[in-house]
């Protein structure tokens, strides 16, 4: 099976030009959440994200865009990000976003966006997400950290796609393609 797995979108739609040909090209599509925040184009990604994508699931972003929740600890750029986002959401996409999962196990597949809100990027990090996932997952698959990685642990694999959107800590952008036992990743031009 041929599956693209990506992530971290944050509502700019500039970014699904690299991704939506190649959905007529794999098998599966996988998207690890954060759909919503920092950008403006909240209708056209989540009608492209919940309609075109086989298993989607609830980033950070996400929840706090449709929770509520005080947002004084998060960094003023991802307050204004929410705060403009919740303004803008519709009861009907409020609706379809809460219908979400924070996890989805799917045969011997196993998609979160983290663990809570944290960020995964070291060996312990990944340990405790394979020891969180179903005993029988062969993949594991997250974002969060907008940073592209693999990660083998006896029968384990666990990718981090990156972003779809901005990569962080000198990452490029970019998404994940799995074609049988083959991972490649492609990483993609700054676009913001």
Partial sequence: ???????????????LQDIK????????????????GYGTDINEC?????KK???VVLGNHDRMCISGENLDNQH???????????????????????SLKKEIIHQDLYI?????DDYLRSRDDFLRLIHHAPRDSKYIFLGHTHEQ??????????????????????HPRGYALLEEEHIEFIQLEDII
Avoid at 46 to 50: A, G, K, Y
Avoid at 76 to 98: C, D, F, G, M, W
Avoid at 112 to 116: D, E, I, Q, V
């Fill in 1 to 15: 099976m041929n599956m693209l797995v990506f992530s971290d979108l944050h509502a700019q739609k500039e970014s």
């Fill in 21 to 36: 040909s190649l959905l007529k090209e794999v098998d599966f599509s996988i998207f690890c959440g954060d759909l919503l």
């Fill in 46 to 50: 989540m009608d492209f994200i919940l």
């Fill in 53 to 55: 994508i086989d298993l």
């Fill in 76 to 98: 003023p750029a991802v307050q204004e990000s929410i705060l403009y986002t919740r303004e803008r959401l519709s009861p009907s996409q409020i609706q379809l976003l809460s």
């Fill in 112 to 116: 979160t966006h983290s663990l809570g």
């Fill in 149 to 170: 990685l693999i990660f083998k642990w006896k029968d384990k694999t666990v990718i981090n796609p990156g972003s779809l959107t901005k990569g962080r800590r000198g």
